[in-house]
């Protein structure tokens, strides 16, 4: 008997990466009728012999202990929201005295992981968006970065900050914290931008986004317990972690991540939270599915419903995350040997997304690049 295999790889139907054309990110919008991801933990009482992973709720108590290793003293967040609150209030007076009236200062706005209350030891920054009335030049943004570190020496004599032009705005750098001004303008005025003289579109509209990001994210703080925030606030914490240690997954946005991660441990069966355990797991059965993967099933971008989520990734990326995803789904079914070395709790310090390993005797080797930008020639 022959048996046919299915008509699917990594979420997308069969043949539909020989009709991709690896072109620049369009904003465009997608259709609106995008059916739901293909998510096992919601398919698992309907698979022929399914049974509920209870080990997953052994590692509860290890995601919460990890996320609180990583999460940095008390003592260094409050130097970082010190340093904040001076860029703010100079951003302030340069809103109210407007000396650069070819941009001026619109709205300012804290924003990211700092904000949110997710940020790891490995970040000493905090960001803010600051929405200017005009088109932001290389050079009146490097005016601005200037201005801005000129009313925080006014402040403080002492300031040892300095701006340094970056894609995004420019980064205000001292001896031990950083801010990252990310630059936006009003939607409507991206039609106007020049490419060879202003900051970039797609970066602009990224920035601006980041805006609804946080207030999504206040939302939830909002509208959740105490104790499930806490939770969800860990599972970003040692996702974020994750995704520093595996390259595979370094072009996934923090947004992209922690609206995947309220996915997972919140939109379980019957629509209920699901533990820890199986949330961290899940978050890359999702990803190693297909959910990033063009014209494959997605989630909708609550704050943009007119995008699914990732859609800023490039097909490359798209690709490589999900290969890097189903690289690790293997090892995670090698057992609890391979979740914690996945967690980073035990285990190699390697990237597993592009080295070879062994559990148990089997060989687990990466996941081989199934998008090739010469298949369109």
């Known amino acids: 008997m022959v048996v046919k295999r299915p008509n699917f790889r990594r979420g997308a139907p069969r043949g539909y990466r020989h009709q991709i054309i690896d072109a620049p990110v369009s904003y465009a919008p ?9 998510d096992i933990t919601l398919a698992k009482g309907n698979l022929e012999g399914g049974v509920k992973n209870n080990m997953d709720v052994v590692f509860d108590k290890e995601i919460v202990d990890r996320a609180k290793n990583l999460t940095p003293p008390a003592e260094i967040r409050e130097r970082i929201a010190d340093y904040g609150r001076k860029v703010i209030v100079a951003l302030e007076k340069e809103k109210s005295e407007n000396t650069l009236p070819d941009i001026s200062v619109a709205e300012i706005i804290p924003v990211g992981s700092f904000m949110n209350d997710t940020i790891t030891h490995s970040s000493d920054k905090s960001d803010i968006v600051v929405q200017l009335n005009g088109l932001p030049s290389f050079e009146n943004v490097s005016d601005l970065g200037r201005r801005i570190v000129d009313n925080m020496k006014m402040a403080d004599p002492k300031e040892t900050g300095e701006p340094l032009p970056q894609d995004y705005g420019f980064l205000i750098s001292s001896h031990n914290c950083k801010v ?60 974020k972690d994750t995704r520093s240690r595996y390259s595979d997954f370094q072009h996934l946005s923090i947004w992209s991540l922690q609206y995947l991660a309220h996915y997972c441990l919140f939109k379980g069966p019957s629509r209920q939270k699901v533990n820890l355990g199986t949330a961290f797991r899940r978050f890359f059965e999702l990803i190693a599915a297909g959910v990033f993967l063009p014209k494959a099933a997605s989630l909708v971008d609550e704050t943009a419903p007119n995008h699914r989520i990732g859609f800023d ?17 293997r090892i995670f079914a090698t057992g609890n040997d391979g979740y914690r070395t996945i967690l980073g709790t035990h285990g190699t310090a390697a990237d597993l997304t592009q080295t070879a390993s062994t559990w148990k005797g089997i060989e687990i080797r990466p996941a081989l690049d199934a998008y090739k930008p010469e298949c369109m020639e």
């Open 180 to 239: 990252r001004v990310l630059v936006t303008i009003i939607p409507g005025d991206s039609a106007k931008l020049e490419p060879e003289l202003h900051l970039d579109e797609k970066i602009l509209m990224i920035n601006y986004f980041s805006t609804r990001h946080t207030s999504w994210f206040a939302a939830q703080a909002n509208s959740l317990s105490e104790e499930n925030m806490q939770e969800y606030r860990a599972l970003i914490r040692v996702l």
């Open 313 to 329: 990734l490039t097909f490359q990326q798209r690709d490589s995350i999900c290969q890097g995803a189903q690289t690790l789904v």
């Open 30 to 38: 997608i259709p609106r009728q995008v059916r739901t991801v293909y």
